[in-house]
């Protein structure tokens, strides 16, 4: 059994910075690329960013300059740093994980946390 806990959602002004971070636990052998997707209301839900368990990253280019994600492999964490954020990144954010566990290699998701960007 694998859970994925996400923390930093919340609200925040058009131009402020928010960080989000995603703690995988459980029965864990090791982990593949983590990455974090979005879903706006009435859209498909999208891949922001992603990072290889070498360091390797792939952002969207809409957050490309805005947005980091980073790794701690030790903590099993994935996180997202947003800055420069604006209402077209108001969604439900997601991380998404791959995990060898004893039930061979899946990808797990979190449960999603809100981030809306509003005056």
């Known amino acids: 059994q694998v859970q994925l806990v996400e923390s930093g959602g919340g609200l925040v002004q058009p131009g402020g910075s928010l960080r989000l971070s995603c703690a995988a636990s459980g029965s864990i052998f090791s982990i593949d690329s983590m990455g974090w997707y979005r879903q706006a209301p009435g859209k498909q839900r999208e891949l922001v960013a992603d990072?290889?368990?070498?360091?390797?990253?792939k952002y969207a280019d809409s957050v490309k300059g805005r947005f980091t994600i980073s790794r701690d492999n030790a903590k099993n964490t994935v996180y997202l740093q947003m800055n420069s954020l604006n209402s077209e990144d108001t969604a439900v954010y997601y991380c998404?994980?791959?995990?060898?566990?004893?039930?061979?290699?899946?990808?797990?998701w979190g449960q999603g946390t809100q981030v809306t960007v509003s005056s």
């Open positions: 998404n994980v791959g995990v060898f566990g004893v039930a061979g290699w899946r990808r797990h």
């Open positions: 990072i290889t368990s070498g360091g390797v990253t």
